[in-house]
């Protein structure tokens, strides 16, 4: 028997892990240019993996429902998930005055690693 929310719950941690796993290689291969490089590349992939986690969670919480109570509870996640990477984003740059590039290239990564993650079996 298939059950689509285990395979669901399976996709979305594997999927948090490969974004964990290409953020901290990026972070390691900028360790040479400093610390501040890494910290900027392991924040714009944190965000990411950490949004994706929280919209996986709020997707999957609710169980089996109507298809309209899972798309809101899909679009919810989605738009919480950008909030948290836009926010983090915001921080890194403006109030931390971290590199930029490190930043978008873990956010970058991060999402590259979503559609390998996706995409495999």
């Known amino acids: 028997m298939h059950d689509p929310l285990t395979a669901g719950r399976r996709l979305a941690t594997r999927t948090v892990v490969w974004q964990a796993t290409a953020t901290a290689l990026l972070a390691l291969a900028f360790l040479a240019k400093g610390g501040t490089h890494a910290l900027a590349a392991l924040l714009g992939g944190g965000a990411m993996a950490a949004g994706g986690a929280i919209a996986a969670r709020l997707l999957f919480r609710g169980g089996v429902g109507s298809a309209g109570t899972v798309m ?50």
Not at 84 to 102: E, K, N, S, Y
Not at 108 to 121: F, H
């Open 72 to 121: 809101g509870r899909w679009l919810a996640g989605l738009a919480l998930k950008w909030l948290v990477v836009f926010v983090v984003l915001w921080l890194g740059v403006v109030v931390w005055h971290l590199p930029a590039l490190p930043l978008l290239l873990g956010i970058v990564a991060a999402l590259v690693a979503l559609a390998l993650a996706a995409t495999r079996r």
